[in-house]
T-cell receptor, first 112, second 117 residues
């Protein structure tokens, strides 16, 4: 079975540019999570969805970050405008109700 | 608030040694889950185990074993006869029990394990 698929795997862009990260959850999973990993803060949840509905976005750093889940098989995390401090590895994870989360391989984002 | 503490930042052992990774958690919930994830050098996060707060039985899976003690709020992970392939960062995590869906994970800062040949 295909796991969680994230794209791109790597992104390098200049400060001020819009960045869009994409995630395809495991088919049939009804929860989707976006996490960010940095050296300073470790792994932290940004936002999660249950049945395509955002449940908790308290981890979204600021208004420059937005996430959508238009259907059960696709989600995006957008940063506009991007800043160097947004450089991190962004993970998407999905799970079936009450089951452990399975993570994608992550997107390594570098903002110059 | 929920919190997970992994006091060991880095551990280095020689192959075939046993090693225990410590995890201490804080939560006000009576129902919760504890997890261990592995992050090898390639960067992905691999699920290892989940325990719920009502099940304090220790678990063994091959060379891996987990010791859950509610009295000390600990969920420690032991690797027996370590191998070079066990080298990775290991994360302990905590979540509330789902209320109709899955809940977020709160991660510890991780323990970097290096197993030397």
């Amino acid at each position: 079975d295909a796991g969680v698929i994230q794209s791109p795997r790597h992104e390098v862009t200049e400060m001020g540019q819009e960045v869009t990260l994409r995630c395809k959850p495991i088919s049939g999973h009804n929860s989707l999570f976006w996490y960010r990993q940095t050296m300073m803060r470790g792994l932290e949840l940004l936002i999660y969805f249950n049945n395509n509905v955002p449940i908790d976005d308290s981890g979204m750093p600021e208004d420059r970050f937005s996430a959508k889940m238009p259907n059960a098989s696709f989600s995006t995390l957008k940063i506009q405008p991007s800043e160097p401090r947004d450089s991190a590895v962004y993970f998407c994870a999905s799970s079936l109700f009450g089951e452990p989360q399975h993570f994608g391989d992550g997107t390594r984002l570098s903002i110059l | 608030a929920q919190k997970v503490t992994q006091a060991q930042t880095e551990i280095s052992v020689v192959e075939k040694e046993d090693v225990t990774l410590d995890c201490v958690y804080e939560t006000r919930d009576t129902t919760y889950y504890l997890f261990w994830y592995k992050q090898p050098p390639s960067g992905e996060l691999v699920f290892l185990i989940r325990r719920n707060s009502f099940d304090e039985q220790n678990e063994i899976s091959g060379r891996y074993s987990w010791n859950f003690q509610k009295s000390t709020s600990s969920f420690n992970f032991t690797i027996t006869a370590s191998q070079v392939v066990d080298s990775a960062v290991y994360f302990c995590a905590l979540s509330e029990a789902g209320r109709g869906g899955s809940e977020k994970l709160v991660f510890g800062k991780g323990t970097k394990l290096t197993v030397n040949p």
